[in-house]
């Protein structure tokens, strides 16, 4: 069973950066697509950015492209999510989660496996 593990999280001012980290330690994670997901409070659960197993398909949710970039490291079993300037908007518990199709998704219904999240606040 895949278990993905989400790191990175924290609290910035606005205009700050993160970076976010997905690891899957002992897993091969080339074989599976990468998807991050966010949720805020008393809201649903959002698509932010994918990325396939090769690393060669990547895609972003409007509200975060230019500001966020999605990228892999299969030699580590480890995705990334550089988050730059931050707005409060941002605020929520991000997720990264796993389809076994390889594909770049943004459908919570095609990720097979969840990370328990990270909770990233930004705030002055």
């Known amino acids: 069973q895949l278990q993905l593990e989400e790191s990175g999280g924290g609290l910035v001012q606005p205009g700050g950066s993160l970076r976010l980290s997905c690891a899957a330690p002992g897993f091969t994670l080339g074989s599976y697509g990468i998807g991050w997901f966010r949720q805020a409070p008393g809201k649903e659960r959002d698509w932010v950015s994918c990325i396939s197993g090769s690393g060669r398909t990547i895609s972003y949710a409007d509200s975060v492209k230019g500001r966020f970039t999605i990228s892999r490291d299969n030699t580590r079993n480890t995705a990334y999510l550089q988050m730059n300037s931050l707005e409060p908007e941002d605020t929520a518990v991000y997720y990264c989660?796993?389809?076994?199709?390889?594909?770049?998704?943004?459908?919570?219904?095609?990720?097979?496996?969840w990370g328990k999240g990270t909770l990233v606040t930004v705030s002055s």
């Open positions: 989660a796993a389809n076994r199709l390889a594909i770049c998704s943004r459908r919570i219904s095609d990720m097979n496996y």
